[in-house]
Structure formats: structure tokens, C-alpha cells
């Protein structure tokens, strides 16, 4: 008996290694700039880790796409090129079991009121797709913005703004085409140090 329940243990910690070196076979092109645990140490690049998995398979299939022209989109399809659809589909939900970023940096007043109120008439609160904490909102594909870079998401709003990044239905072209080059940059910077279980309220002096 107990050699038997040995055995299975034995057993177990080996599908369990299996499983690690498969998975960590799959993602090692993407570790190269996400990061061997989802979190990029570069800020060009996102962090993947705690993202939706159904976003994140959207995100691949469109740069598998020969039609996806947005910067770093050739360099995503050799990459992603690679993959099965299966693979594809668990790669997403590796990275989307992962803890995501902590916060980083201080919190923007500036760029929280955009995000929290939006910008007269122009601009809708990026709360009301993202969330109030920036933790996104699944049914509405809008990904989890909490604790990302600040750099990539001010550069990601810039190539909304010029059309350089594909837009569904022309909402983040046309929030992001009324905001300044500064007010990109606020809200990015806001969400950077943005944890996204505290609260999304904004105080008297934001």
C-alpha cells in the first residue's frame, strides 16, 4: 500500500515537471519580453500576467492576422506563428493564472479625474469600460490596465490615436485621438501605481 501510494506521488511530480517544461517551452519566446512570470522588466513591453484569458487570445489571433499593421505586429506573428490554436488557448490561460503587476510609482490627480470623469463633452470616463479599480471588464473586452506600464499604455494610446493600432469599433481611436499627448501620459501614469482592489473613488483635492 504505502509503495503504491509512493508510486503515485512519484507519478504526480512527474506529470507536474511534464507540464512545467511543456509550458515553459511554449512561452519562452514570450518570456524574452514578458517576462519568465508574465511581468515584463521592460516598459516598452506589457505585462501579461492576471490578464483575461479570452483577451488575451483575441490579442494573439488579431497579430496572427496578416491584416494587423500596428507596430510590433510582424514581430508578434513570427512569434506567434509557432503555436497551435490549442496552444494558443492555453498559453492565454497560463498567463492569465499568473499574479499580475503590483503598482508602481505615484498615483496621477490629474490623469485619475480623466479616468474617473473623463474629459468635458470629448472624453468618457475610461472607468466605465475598465472598471473603477482599472481591473477591466470581461464582457465588454476591455483588459485589466492596473498596475501596466505606463510607458507602453502612453505609447499604446498614441498608436490608437494614429490609427496604427486596430479599434473594433473606433472607441479607444476616438478617446484616445481627444486626449493630449500630456493627458495620455497622466492617465498612464495614474493606472501604473493603480492597485487594482482598492478603491476607485476619487478624493477632494484630485
Sequence with gaps: MIRALFLTAVSLMICRQAHSDDMAAKTARCAFCHGEKGISGNPIWPSLAGLDAGYLKKRMESYRSSENTSPNALQMRFVLNGLEEDEIDTVAAYYSALEPAAPQGTASPGGARIYHQGVGDTVAPCASC???NGEGNVDLNAPRLAGQSAHYMSKQLAAYAAGLRPDNDSTMAETAGALSPDQRAAVSTY???????????LSDDQ
Design 130 to 132: 475598465h472598471g473603477g
Design 191 to 201: 493606472l501604473q501605481a493603480l492597485l487594482p482592489t482598492a478603491s476607485g473613488a
